[in-house]
């Protein structure tokens, strides 16, 4: 398991902009697939966005043209930078990792963060 960090959640306004970050502990430069989840309050863990191994980025349709998932591998660390925020981007994020490429199943990413809070108001 990768030991995650996660900073840069806040509250906002609409239409405004956060980078969140996502600090790993170990070197995740190769092998690794890297993504982001969000949770909701009473709502389950839904996808984000992952970055594969090999460099590939996929996004859920609701961030998709909003959101972009980035990784400088140098300093360990994942970004999602978010743009066009809207109230329903209101969660706790979970940056998470697993060897290989991003699977489709959550369960598969082994590793986890404690969230960021973002907050966006109307």
């Known amino acids: 398991q990768v030991p995650l960090v996660e900073s840069g959640g806040g509250s906002v306004q609409a239409g405004a902009s956060l980078k969140l970050s996502c600090l790993a502990s170990r070197d995740t430069s190769s092998g690794y697939s890297m993504a982001w989840f969000r949770q909701a309050p009473g709502k389950e863990r839904e996808f984000v966005s992952c970055?594969?191994?090999?460099?590939?980025?996929t996004y859920s349709g609701s961030v998709t043209g909003r959101f972009t998932i980035s990784k400088d591998n140098a300093k360990n660390t994942l970004y999602l930078q978010m743009n066009s925020l809207k109230p329903e981007d209101t969660a706790t994020y979970y940056c998470a990792a697993v060897g290989g490429f991003c699977p489709a199943d959550i369960y598969k990413f082994k590793s986890w963060g404690l969230g960021t809070r973002v907050t966006v108001s109307s």
């Open positions: 970055l594969s191994d090999t460099g590939a980025a």
